[in-house]
């Protein structure tokens, strides 16, 4: 059974970064994807990035591109999203999600591409 573990959410500064994790346990198809997804207060829940199990493939938003990275570690088995240049509307709570197997051909970035979630944790950006 795949199961999603975020951690290393808290407060910051405008201009400040994080880092955060998702440790994943129970996947075996390297077709597999984690994406990180956030949602503001009273906002929709919105794709961030993507990242295939292999590590080979990445994608982001448009919002986030250049200032986030995602990254995997296969011997921890535990994929990252490093937040650089934080803003106040940054302020959300952070997602992993997990797909069970999956394309190769189709880059799942919609909530409902999702059915493997982790259960959040609280980024705060102050201005």
């Known amino acids: 059974q795949v199961q999603p573990t975020e951690s290393g959410g808290g407060s910051v500064e405008t201009g400040g970064s994080l880092r955060l994790s998702c440790a994943v346990s129970g996947i075996t198809s390297s077709r597999s994807w984690v994406a990180w997804f956030r949602q503001a207060p009273g906002k929709e829940r919105t794709w961030l990035a993507l990242?295939?199990?292999?590590?080979?493939?990445?994608d982001y938003a448009d919002s986030v591109k250049g200032r986030f990275t995602i990254s995997k570690d296969d011997a921890a088995n535990t994929v990252y999203l490093q937040m650089n240049s934080l803003k106040p509307e940054d302020t959300a709570i952070y997602y992993c999600a997990a797909t069970d197997g999956g394309s190769l051909y189709y880059w799942p970035r919609l909530v409902n591409d999702f059915s493997i979630w982790g259960q959040g944790t609280q980024v705060t950006v102050s201005s």
């Open positions: 990242i295939n199990w292999s590590g080979s493939s990445t």
